[in-house]
């Protein structure tokens, strides 16, 4: 699965800075101290964009990402290396972003050596604490990612994340190449280490079934706009938007227990030329004539509940 903004570049045969700015429109994400923000939206919404923005690896090319209240691009020196430090990202396939031909030690030992966190003399005593601290036996520490299992290897990419001691982890789609049972134990890693360490998140998934549990609040967008945002109990028992709806009755759990809503229907449309009005209006069963014209705005429709949908003006 590729981003918004990737698979627009590809069509286009530009790159992708260059059309950043389309892939995330007006998106608006605060996300407190000690909270878990789940971020979902199907393939190419841009969630991953947005993410990777947050977590420092892609510059936004207008708009700000303020990081304990300061915009991050504007901080210099050793406050711009603290920052960058700070906010890690555990990526979405751990065999593609594990170097194969790196052991486990120098895969977690890499970023703590390069940053001197740890002397040369210390590196060992980080590596085994970080690899305790997501159930590994610090005495594999030799072997290569291709010796492990899937769980072990997002095991290594989460400890990888925990040595430079981070306070906020963006995760990419961390569990989704994970067996479901898998998926459970390493999102119950996730909320332990939340404990241990205080750490914030930004939970990517393209499943609300994933981040139902562990998310304070979720954030839903749509071909790069942010269209739902509210506390996640509040989501699954009255989602707002006709798309958030539409995710639910994907839920096999969710739709046969609980309220029924229309299943979504037909494809994503293309990033480089979303609908026009709503980009949800060719999809949405509640679509009117306001709906194909006019760009609905993320407006607050109770207390710290978001939606974009012209339907809201109508109650
Ligand atoms: Fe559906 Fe219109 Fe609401 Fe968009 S604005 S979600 S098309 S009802
Ligand atoms: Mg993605």
Redesign the pocket.
């Known amino acids: 699965t590729l981003d918004l903004a990737e698979r627009a570049a590809r069509m286009l045969g530009a790159t992708v800075r260059e059309l950043t700015v389309h892939a995330v429109d007006g998106v608006d994400l605060s996300i407190r101290k000690g909270e878990v923000m789940g971020l979902v939206g199907e393939s190419g919404c841009g969630k991953s964009t947005l993410g990777r923005m947050v977590a420092g690896l892609h510059p936004p090319s207008a708009g700000q990402i303020r990081f304990r209240g300061r915009d991050v691009a504007s901080l210099k020196g050793a406050d711009a290396r603290e920052a960058a430090l700070k906010v890690q990202m555990v990526f979405q396939d751990p065999m593609s972003s594990l170097n194969p031909r790196m052991r486990v030690d120098q895969i977690v030992g890499e970023a703590p050596r390069v940053h001197g966190l740890a002397g040369s003399g210390e590196i060992d005593a980080y590596v085994e604490a970080a690899l305790q601290r997501v159930g590994l036996d610090p005495a594999m520490r030799k072997r290569y990612p291709h010796q492990f299992s899937g769980g072990q290897r997002a095991r290594i990419g989460i400890a990888r994340a925990l040595a430079v001691q981070p306070d906020f982890i963006v995760c990419d789609e961390s569990v989704a190449a994970l067996d479901v049972s898998i998926q459970a134990q390493i999102l119950n890693l996730f909320m332990d280490l939340r404990e241990e360490l205080d750490l914030t998140y930004l939970f990517i998934s393209h499943d609300l079934g994933v981040v139902e549990h562990i998310s304070d609040r979720i954030a839903i967008m749509y071909l790069g706009r942010m269209v739902e945002q509210g506390a996640s109990e509040e989501i699954f028992t009255a989602p707002n938007?006709?798309?958030t709806q539409a995710l639910l009755a994907e839920i096999p759990t969710f739709a046969t227990t609980k309220k029924t809503y229309s299943a979504i229907k037909g494809e994503i449309p293309s990033p480089i030329d979303p609908p026009p009005g709503?980009h949800?209006?060719p999809r949405?069963p509640?679509?009117?004539e306001?709906?194909r014209v006019e760009r609905?705005a993320l407006k607050e429709i109770a207390a710290n509940r978001y939606s974009?949908?012209?339907?809201n003006d109508m109650s």
């Open positions: 938007h006709p798309y709503c949800f209006h949405c509640h679509a009117f306001r709906c609905p974009a949908c012209h339907l």
